[in-house]
């Protein structure tokens, strides 16, 4: 099969994957074999490529948002010719503490999809049975992808920072995970209020009825309930974290900060105002977040890539020329 593959991590920019015949994997047991019909791009595969993650598995194949069709390994609850997503945790060990109390997303001994074992930029891909998700019949291929990291994890988000129906809510960056979490966020009722970089972020975000926008340098007019972060800066935490009212709550997500800055405590923190981080997912928040996006009618904004051309996904993403979100179709 045809599959990019990792094999020396470098920039985006000196085209880190390779496009090259690999062989198709082979099914083991509890797994199914996936003909892969799209893969969304996340910029977690950035930090994989570019190595400010460790690599884990070396020659690794990325992609994290598969959507692919079962061609092997088909059971009575799990049909030959199922379309179904893959996402960024491939299985736990469900055994471990967290495991055993409900915190799959914490599991010591997780998989990563494209990352641990090999993803979706390829022609197929191996999942694990119980870690694979139905999808919204009302969502195609490309339309699909990018639910299944931006959108769980963007909607994990909404829950780590415990948004309440008609609260108001800031979102401190605004690329594939934000533009999801709008939707979700309008559904409960909630006042958004966006603060990006970019003219195009600021413009798309209107558009998709926030109901105040700013660049980076500014403060929303009121002060928050909650906020989210998607930039992987920790000076994006701080302005997040000073917009917040007294028991406001700013959850980051963001699987990597560049550094966190000092900040005051007394008047930043102070007041139970709480800084929490958000990692991974469970397999519930996939379950809920895709039946909300099939309930609200969710269409993701999308810039389709072929295989070929995985690297300039990569670099669009780095460059923040995607708006919505990049997705490689197989
Ligand atoms: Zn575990
Ligand atoms: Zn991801």
Redesign the pocket.
Known sequence: MQAAVVERPQPAAQHPLQLKSVATPALQPNQVLLKVRACGV????LHIVEGDLPTLKPNVIPG??IVGDVVDGATAQLALGARVGVS?IGGIDGTCPYCRRGQENLCDSPTFTGYTVDGGYAEYALARRDFVFPLPASLDDIHAAPLL??GI?GFRSLRVAGIEPGERVGLFGFGASAHLAIAVLHSWKCEVYVSTRGQRHREFAAELGAQWVGTEHDRPPVELDRAVTFAPSGDVVIAALSSLRKGGIVAINAIHLDRMPQFDYDRLLWGERQIRSVANMTRADAHDFLRIAGEIGMRPKVTTFPLARANDALAAVKSDAVNGSAVIVI
């Open positions: 996340c910029r977690t595969d994290h948002q960024w990291c931006a994890i």
